[in-house]
């Protein structure tokens, strides 16, 4: 039988168009996605919309449109974004989809059952863009640490879930499983968060109406974290679909941003513990990028939106340059002329010319089948294997690009276009073939169109294997130079 990965990228607040952030959580876990695949294992990758509570709510009245006609007017923009950027997800699941909010309330009933839900008052700060509660340790000046802006203050009825008692559930589970919480500078301010203590979270609302029904008094509302988290059993059909349910659960991994740590390492696991459901195995939460060294927000101006990205060099290329630029769990920062660089210097540069050359030259003077002595990718391989299990994109990159400079050094040295040597434009062609089936989670785009040119499958078992001698013409040009 296959193996499975179960990856989950956020589901995103509909509250605007989609930019750069919100793709490069997207894209990491897409990569991953079909890293995973290239494994031979049975993968499902899981992204969408979180779409209730007072952020949408708000938003939505600006335009004076009900919250759901407001979503369901931005999710093709999400959809439209992710088909340009290349995502292959397996269901886009909204939090507004019935079988989700089915199974939120059910699991509400099954807490509920186990003694762990309170009826009390909530009174204390909250932010409606974080949709998060704040104490007067975290915000002295009464204003969200994140957005700067002033919180509300709260004073209503509520329903309490005993977060509290699962403080050293939890802080023996991040203790058991040191991999639970990746990168490790996270994992270490989530303990120690954790040790402080923990308060019983309120997770119900009569101040508004967008959310799931409470299923245990009509006049409260499901706030919309508790909703959230849950997409991640609804959208393998926890409810509805048992055995896609028991064959992906429990989640490899859930990918996200530092921002939202919090809800996923605590009371994501003390809310499947106290419903009686297994753990994720994983949770890596990415850094955030600046845009020239500014925090990127629709109030500064700057956010870089999908169109923008792509409208510089391609999607391949921003791909490429997202993964590359900086390590994954560290902060990055985006500029126009980084990405082109890069796009330039190394996928035109050293990538495309290579493919071109090499492609060409075979059109020429044609292949001859030899054993590979100079190229051989076995070692490359296993190194990125290893980056590829601690989410290391960058270095994956770095080894796939350093096989590609000893390709380059290994034309230069042998001059093919003087002695017309057929052994090595094969020993090139067959390189190609090898880096081009490692590259291809990330750029996907492109690497069908090599692997058309020199004819292989993308899979990784044809690494193992000589390439075919047929016939090859000169390639198309894979990177415009800007
Ligand atoms: N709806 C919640 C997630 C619920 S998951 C059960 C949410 N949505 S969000 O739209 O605000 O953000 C989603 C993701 O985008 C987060 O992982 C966040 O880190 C990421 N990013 C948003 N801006 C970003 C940057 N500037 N840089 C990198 N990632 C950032 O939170």
Redesign the pocket.
């Known amino acids: 039988m296959k193996k499975k990965f179960y990856i989950?990228?956020?589901?995103?607040?509909?509250?605007d168009v989609?930019?750069?952030?919100?793709a490069?959580?997207?894209i990491a876990a897409d990569v991953l996605a079909r890293w995973h695949k290239l494994l031979g294992k049975e993968v499902f990758f899981l992204t969408g919309?979180?779409e209730h509570g007072k952020k949408i709510a708000k938003a939505a009245e600006k335009t004076g449109k009900t919250p759901k006609q407001f979503t369901d007017s931005l999710i093709p923009e999400f959809k439209d974004a992710w088909k340009k950027l290349g995502i292959q997800y397996d269901r886009f699941i909204r939090t507004t989809d019935k079988d989700h909010e089915k199974v939120v309330q059910h699991v509400l009933e099954k807490v509920n059952k186990k003694g762990e839900i309170y009826k009390g008052e909530y009174s204390g700060l909250y932010c409606t863009d974080?949709?998060a509660y704040y104490t007067e340790k975290d915000a002295p000046d009464f204003s969200c640490p994140v957005h700067k802006k002033p919180l509300e203050n709260l004073k209503e009825e509520s329903y309490f879930f005993k977060l509290s008692k699962y403080q050293n559930f939890l802080l023996d589970l991040y203790k058991k499983n040191p991999d639970f919480i990746s990168p490790e500078s996270k994992r270490k301010e989530i303990i120690n968060r954790v040790k402080e203590g923990l308060k019983d979270l309120s997770i119900t609302r009569t101040s508004f109406d967008w959310g799931v029904p409470f299923p245990l008094d009509k006049k409260h509302y499901v706030y919309?974290?508790f909703d959230?988290?849950?997409?991640?059993i609804s959208g393998i059909g926890y409810l509805e679909n048992k055995k896609m349910f028991e064959k992906f659960w429990p989640a490899d991994v859930?990918?996200?941003?530092?921002?939202?740590i919090w809800?996923?390492a605590v009371y994501?696991p003390a809310m499947l513990k106290s419903a009686g459901i297994e753990l994720p195995k994983k949770i890596f939460?990415?850094?955030?990028?600046?845009?020239l060294n500014e925090?990127?927000?629709k109030s500064a101006g700057n956010?870089v939106k999908i169109d923008k990205l792509i409208g510089y060099a391609g999607a391949d290329s921003a791909r490429y340059f997202l993964l590359r630029a900086a390590p994954f769990g560290d902060?990055?920062d985006f500029s126009e002329k980084e990405l082109i660089n890069r796009h330039n210097n190394e996928l035109a540069n050293k990538l495309g010319n290579l493919v071109s050359r090499v492609s060409a030259l075979i059109e020429k003077y044609g292949l001859e089948k030899t054993e590979i002595k100079n190229l051989k990718i076995e070692k490359t391989k296993k190194t990125i294997e290893k980056h590829f299990e601690k989410f290391e994109f960058d270095k994956v990159l770095n080894e796939i690009f350093s096989f590609t400079d000893r390709c380059n050094e290994f034309i230069q040295n042998k001059k093919p276009w003087e002695t017309k040597d057929k052994k090595v434009l094969y020993e090139l062609a067959n390189a190609i073939k090898d880096f081009t089936i490692l590259l291809s989670p990330f750029m996907p785009e492109t690497c069908e169109k090599i692997s058309k040119t020199f004819n292989f499958k993308i899979d990784l078992k044809e690494i193992n294997k000589p390439l075919k001698v047929g016939k090859i013409k000169k390639s198309e040009i894979l990177f415009r130079k800007i």
């Open positions: 989950t990228a956020p589901i995103y607040y509909p509250n989609p930019h750069l952030g919100h490069y959580t997207t919309t979180d974080c949709e919309v974290w959230a988290l849950l997409n991640y859930h990918i996200i941003g530092k921002d939202i809800f996923h994501w939460a990415h850094g955030w990028w600046t845009v925090k990127m927000g956010a902060d990055g």
